[in-house]
Nanobody, 119 residues
Framework: VQLQASGGGLVQPGGSLRLSCVTS????????MYWWRQAPGKEREFVAS????????DYSDSVKGRFTISRNDAKNTVFLQLNNLKLEDSAVYYC?????????????WGRGTLVTVSS
C-alpha cells in the first residue's frame, strides 16, 4: 500500500488549503484514514481521522471547527480541508492508513506535504 499526499503550500493566516492523499494497493474502503502533522522541533501529532464503513470523524481540539476530513472511496482518496489557517498550523502533514489484520493491524504512512502559514 502506498499513500501520496499533496496540496500543501504557502498561505496567509486566515487562508485555506485542501490536502489530498491518494492510496494505491489494498482496498481503500477497508482503511480508517488519518491525518497527522509535524512541525519543526515538535513531535508528530494527530490532526483528524475518518472511519471506513460508517465514516465517523474525529479531530484534535486545535483544529476542530476549522478543518474537515472526508473521503472518496471511488477515488481511493482522503481529503483534509484546512480553513482559517493559523501560523501554528504550519507543519508537514502526513496521511496514515490503518486496517485490521487478523488479531492485529497494519499501518501505512505516506510522505508528507508541507503547509506553511505566513504573512
Amino acid at each position: 500500500v502506498q499513500l501520496q499526499a499533496s496540496g500543501g503550500g504557502l498561505v496567509q493566516p486566515g487562508g485555506s488549503l485542501r490536502l489530498s492523499c491518494v492510496t494505491s494497493g489494498g482496498t481503500f474502503s477497508d482503511f480508517a484514514m488519518y491525518w497527522w502533522r509535524q512541525a519543526p522541533g515538535k513531535e508528530r501529532e494527530f490532526v483528524a481521522s475518518i472511519g471506513w464503513s460508517a465514516p465517523s470523524q474525529d479531530y484534535s481540539d486545535s483544529v476542530k471547527g476549522r478543518f474537515t476530513i472526508s473521503r472518496n472511496d471511488a477515488k481511493n482518496t482522503v481529503f483534509l480541508q484546512l480553513n482559517n489557517l493559523k501560523l501554528e498550523d504550519s507543519a508537514v502533514y502526513y496521511c496514515y492508513a490503518w486496517i485490521r489484520s487478523g488479531v492485529g493491524y497494519r499501518e501505512y504512512w505516506g510522505r508528507g506535504t508541507l503547509v506553511t502559514v505566513s504573512s
